[in-house]
Structure formats: structure tokens, C-alpha cells
């Protein structure tokens, strides 16, 4: 299939496909495009209640495709602008997003390809993946919240080194530092993906949204203002079908049947 996004719908949940293999999948214009259309139509599907992002053939994703940005004479190529139009709204869309995204990285994530996997949920990982902070090798800065993500997922003096010296982390690593939440055997990768992802679409989806919500909000928030915002959230969480549910099958022993509302 030539198309650069693939999508799977499957039961409460669906599977895109980063498609560009010969590329590793980095990204050009039309590969934004198609990607921001899956999300919106994902996030329009009332009947989705989680995503998993993948890679077609050996990697997840390089980045930016970089054939296009060798400027031909008298050309100027304006990166921030790159930045501001596609890969920032993705990143703060992926964030947003009502339901958890499960990224599955069977391959190298690098450049802005590794940060738009830390900008997901659940990041898991094949043992032969590898997660690279490319752009020093280019001269460019850590972007798609890649300054923002590796401290406050690894600590400082790893962010520094994975930034400054761009060296390949493997998965199982990556899984040590902290970085990401799971390593399997390359051929469990995808089944593991998929077994996540039933789960968390079987999952109460309102109040998974309010734990993204109140988990990005405390990257921020003083200790009293996340007080304030979880029992605003409580209430919300507290006062939907998907609570009143997991009390009754609570106290009549049996699992709970959510709806996502
Ligand atoms: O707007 C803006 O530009 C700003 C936004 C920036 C966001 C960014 O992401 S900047 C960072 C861009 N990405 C990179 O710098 C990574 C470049 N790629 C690599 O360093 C290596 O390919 C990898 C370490 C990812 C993998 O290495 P390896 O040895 O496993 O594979 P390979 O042979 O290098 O790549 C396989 C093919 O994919 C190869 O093509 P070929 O020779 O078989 O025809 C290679 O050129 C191509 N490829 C890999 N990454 C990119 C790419 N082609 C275009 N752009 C890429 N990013």
C-alpha cells in the first residue's frame, strides 16, 4: 500500500501504521497531513477508546525526511515554521487525544520520530529498537518536545547526554532508564501492542482522559494547585456512568463492564 498512513480499525480501538519503510518512515508534508486526518477521524469515533502507533518494515520512524531540506541555490528553508505547522500540533494532539495512544516502536525512533513516541501514553519497544536524539548529528535541536520529555523522563544527565552526544539507545536501556514502559522480543512487540490495547479500549475511557489531563497538568502545577485539580476531576470522574459501574461490579465481584462514558 502506497499510502504513508495505514489505518486498522479494530475493536474499540484502532492501529496506524506509519508507511514510508524505504524512508523509515520519516515524515514529509503529506505524511502530516494524512496522519493529523487519522487522528481527527480516530478522535471523531465515538467507538475508539484507544490507538496504537507502529512503523511499517525495520524502523518506527527517522524524522523529518531529509531529502527536502537541502536548499537549492538562493533557497531558504524555514524550519521553526515546520515545527509550528505540523509536528507541534501533532505532539500537543497526541497528548490530548480522549483516549490512551500505546506506541509500539518495532524499530529505530529517531530525530523527531523518538519524541513523538515519548509523546504518547505507553511507549513499548521491540529489544532491537533503538530511540536516537538525531539532531545534534545535524547541527539542530531536540524538538517534538524532546527538551521538554527526556528530563522529566530520565533526569537531567541523561536528557544532557542522549541530546549533546547522540548516541542510540536500545529498548531494553531505554526500559531501565525509565524512558519507556516496556521491552518485548521483537516477534511479541505487536501482540503485546495489541493485548494493550484492548485492554485500555475495555477500560473506563472518560476518566483514563482525566488521569492524561491531570498527569500533564502536574508537569506545571504547584502541589496545592494539583490538589485543586484532582478533586475537580474526582468530581467529574465521580459523577460518570463508567464510576458508577466500577463501584457495582466491585462490590458483586464479577469485572466491570465500561462504556467509556
Ligand atoms: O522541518 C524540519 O526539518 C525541522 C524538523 C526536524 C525534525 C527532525 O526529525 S530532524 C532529525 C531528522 N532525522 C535524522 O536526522 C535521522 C536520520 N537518519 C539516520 O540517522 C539513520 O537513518 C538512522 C539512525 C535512523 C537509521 O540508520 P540505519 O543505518 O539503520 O539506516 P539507513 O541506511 O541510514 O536508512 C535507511 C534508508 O532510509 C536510507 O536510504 P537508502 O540509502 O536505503 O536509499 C536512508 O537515507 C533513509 N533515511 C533514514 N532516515 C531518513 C532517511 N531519508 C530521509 N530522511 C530521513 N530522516
Not at 486498522?8 to 480501538?13: A, E, L, M, N, S
Not at 539532531?135 to 530520565?154: A, C, E, N, Q, Y
Not at 525509565?178 to 494493550?196: A, F, R, T, V
Amino acid at each position: 500500500d502506497e499510502s504513508p498512513i495505514l489505518v486498522d480499525k479494530r475493536q474499540g480501538y484502532r492501529v496506524i501504521t506509519l508507511n514510508r519503510p524505504q524512508r523509515l518512515n520519516s515524515f514529509t508534508e503529506s505524511m502530516h497531513h494524512a496522519l493529523k486526518a487519522a487522528l481527527d477521524d480516530a478522535q471523531a469515533d465515538s467507538t475508539c477508546r484507544a490507538l496504537m502507533i507502529t512503523g511499517a518494515g525495520r524502523g518506527f520512524c527517522a524524522g523529518q525526511d531529509l531529502n527536502d531540506r537541502l536548499a537549492k541555490p538562493g533557497e531558504t528553508i524555514v524550519l521553526g515554521g515546520t515545527l509550528e505547522e505540523f509536528y507541534n500540533p501533532l505532539i500537543r494532539k497526541l497528548r490530548d487525544l480522549p483516549f490512551p495512544v500505546v506506541a509500539a516502536v518495532n524499530g529505530v525512533a529517531a530525530g523527531a520520530g523518538a519524541n513523538i513516541a515519548l509523546a504518547c501514553d505507553i511507549v513499548v519497544a521491540a529489544q532491537s529498537a533503538t530511540f536516537l536524539q538525531a539532531f545534534s548529528k545535524i547541527g539542530l535541536v531536540p524538538d517534538s518536545g524532546g527538551t521538554w520529555f527526556l528530563p522529566r523522563l530520565v533526569g537531567p544527565a541523561r536528557a544532557r547526554g542522549l541530546a549533546l552526544l547522540a548516541e542510540p539507545l536500545p529498548a531494553q536501556k531505554a526500559k531501565d532508564w525509565g524512558l519507556i514502559w516496556e521491552c518485548y522480543p521483537d516477534d511479541e512487540l505487536i501482540g503485546q501492542g495489541n493485548e494493550l490495547c484492548e485492554r485500555l479500549a475495555a477500560g473506563p475511557t472518560y476518566g483514563l482522559s482525566l488521569i492524561k489531563r491531570a498527569l500533564d497538568a502536574s508537569e506545571t502545577n504547584d502541589l496545592k494547585t494539583q490538589l485543586d485539580l484532582e478533586r475537580d476531576l474526582q468530581r467529574s470522574a465521580g459523577s460518570s456512568p463508567d464510576y458508577a459501574e466500577g463501584v457495582k461490579a466491585f462490590m458483586e465481584k464479577r469485572a466491570p463492564n465500561f462504556t467509556g462514558k
